[in-house]
């Protein structure tokens, strides 16, 4: 077949893997219907469809067989199903890929009604649910790929944090709760900066078609133009296609010409350059979360040591412990604004990383001011 033609022939030449975008559309249903209006401007949910496709585990275990597994190539898929076979089937012992991306955090807030109807997410405690119910699930049945954001989300510092709130703790917060999860951590362009959403001050500024069209289902749900754009700019995917930025020269040093869409204004602000030189940056936060990882004294317990929730009934506190065999960790963040205590579980060894400059404790309680997040070695 011409398509595992092609990707051997990238095999061949040293590609180590792929990322398989939106593969549960690769096969549609032996079928022609309408299938039932399930929103009020006329339309049907494509899932409908997807549910009726049948034998895509065919084709899947057929490409793998034929093409990855001949080369040992990494393959991570972008798989949406409520299949609940799911994570077995695509990234267990036999399963399609090497590995899947998780999107249960992304989804948070999000309303199949329309991006006019999406809600903020509810400070620490949605994605909370979210990361610990995936870890639930997953169990010991492969690895799952973590993120934040990628091309077809908004900035995740602008999703998952609320409005205002936005700074450097903050954002090192939610890298440290995320990263440190079981699974892959991917780092999507500007991440590592804490790159954020842009001040669109129009829809003629957006060139995302998806952002374009649930526009019109907000105007065609009655809102006005002013108020369909305040709603769906926040989630557009132009968010976070706009140029990187490198440093704080002229369109953030991406281009001399014009780029395809606007730079964001606190380029000056936010920035590779700045970042580098400052130890204290976002940049520098990412690269000691990764080096943290890769310590021959943990990377054991961070790679494979299970998850285990601590203190979860605790409002916007994500916390969590990394066990492995012969040793443990315990992440510990204060998802809000306001400062709040935490009972640790006993003395701790060592404090392997903490966003802010002081460690505020009191025997076994921990005094933890707003956005702060440590990870002890206990």
């Known amino acids: 077949m011409f398509i595992f033609s092609m990707v051997n022939w990238c095999l061949d030449r040293g590609v180590a893997g792929f990322r398989i975008d939106a593969i549960m559309n690769i096969k549609k249903p032996n079928i022609y219907t309408s299938y039932p209006v399930d929103r009020d401007d006329g339309l049907a949910s494509i899932e409908n469809m997807l549910h009726d496709a049948v034998g895509i585990d065919d084709f899947l275990h057929e490409m793998k067989v034929e093409t990855f597994e001949k080369h040992h190539a990494f393959t991570v898929g972008e798989v949406f199903t409520d299949r609940p076979d799911a994570l077995e089937a695509f990234i267990g012992n036999n399963g399609h890929f090497s590995s899947m991306f998780d999107f249960a955090e992304t989804i948070a807030g999000k309303s199949d009604d329309g991006w006019h109807k999406c809600k903020p997410v509810v400070w620490g405690d949605e994605y909370k649910k979210a990361a610990f119910g995936t870890q639930a699930r997953l169990g010991d049945i492969g690895f799952i790929s973590n993120i934040i954001e990628n091309h077809d ?82 989630y557009s995917r132009d968010n976070a296609r706009t140029p990187f930025q490198w440093d704080a020269t002229a369109n953030a040093g991406f281009t001399t010409g014009t780029p395809w869409l606007k730079v964001n204004p606190n380029y000056t602000d936010i920035n590779a350059a700045e970042q580098a030189n400052r130890p204290d940056s976002m940049y520098h936060w990412y690269k000691e979360l990764i080096a943290l990882r890769k310590n021959p004294e943990y990377k054991d317990v961070v790679v494979y040591g299970e998850v285990v929730p601590y203190k979860e009934e605790q409002t916007n506190l994500m916390a969590y412990y990394r066990k492995g065999t012969d040793s443990a960790l315990l992440v510990v963040a204060n998802y809000q604004h306001d400062a709040q205590d935490v009972v640790l579980p006993g003395t701790y060894k060592k404090v392997l990383m903490n966003n802010l400059e002081t460690l505020d404790l009191n025997g076994d309680i921990l005094h933890m001011p707003g956005y702060q997040a440590v990870i002890f070695e206990m």
Do not use: W
């Not at 440190?180 to 060139?207: C, H, K, W």
């Open 153 to 234: 989300e908004s900035r995740g510092v602008s999703h998952y944090i609320p409005e205002g709130d936005a700074n450097d703790t903050s954002k090192k917060m939610l890298a440290a709760v995320n990263f440190m999860l079981r699974g892959l951590p991917f780092i999507y362009q500007g991440q590592e900066l804490g790159m954020t959403n842009v001040a669109f001050n129009s829809i003629d500024e957006i060139d995302d078609c998806s952002t374009l069209d649930e526009y019109q289902v907000a105007l065609d749900a009655g809102l006005t133009p002013e108020a369909a754009f305040k709603a769906v700019v926040p």
